[in-house]
């Protein structure tokens, strides 16, 4: 005689359970991949830029601190000599420079002082400042993922805008000019 076996609505649910969890953790990875990592939010925008007071690299006569980032629109560059993508960046910060657009002043990133010397008489040297972050203490104050990172600040020391990763032709154009010019004209900026 032949069995009949208890194939009901409970048996199929805990089958269903993997499906359901690998659904969910999919809809997660989708979302992720639609975010960009230059958007991590900042909680310091529209704050003072934090207080700090880095001395100059070697054969420099300026260091760089927090009353340096008043008065005057300006931006924050971190970099390192160590950073390739710095050097990707690093001709739209000559070209600032040159131009007289604004003020660009380098936080040098846990780098050695000779090494960041010579990167910079190697490549060239945009920075009106540069402060010495040696041991990152700095970086981590302005909530420093990595190099390079570019603040645009405001006259009045506050940060404006953060972007993460190397300024690129197009940024500059879209992001960063638009940016400093608003806020020379005194009005608010949303980066």
Known sequence: MATKTDAGPRSFWPSLIPLVIALIIGGFLFVGLGLSPKEIPSVLIGKKAPQFDLPA???????????????????????????????????????????????????????????????????????????????????????????????????????????????MERDLQEKFMPAIEALRKGDAVQC
């Open 57 to 167: 690299l070697p054969e420099r006569q300026k260091g760089l601190k927090t009353t340096d980032l008043q008065g005057q629109v300006s931006l924050v560059n971190v970099f390192a000599s160590w950073c390739m993508s710095c050097v990707a960046e690093h001709p739209l910060f000559m070209k600032l420079h040159r131009e007289g657009v604004v003020p660009v002043h380098g936080l040098n990133y846990k780098d050695g002082g000779d090494a960041a010397v010579a990167w910079l008489r190697r490549h060239g040297d945009p920075y009106d400042r540069v402060g010495a972050d040696l041991k990152g203490r700095v970086g981590i104050d302005w909530g420093v993922y990595g190099v390079p990172e570019t603040f645009i600040i405001s006259s009045e020391g506050k940060i404006v805008c953060k972007h993460i990763g190397p300024v």
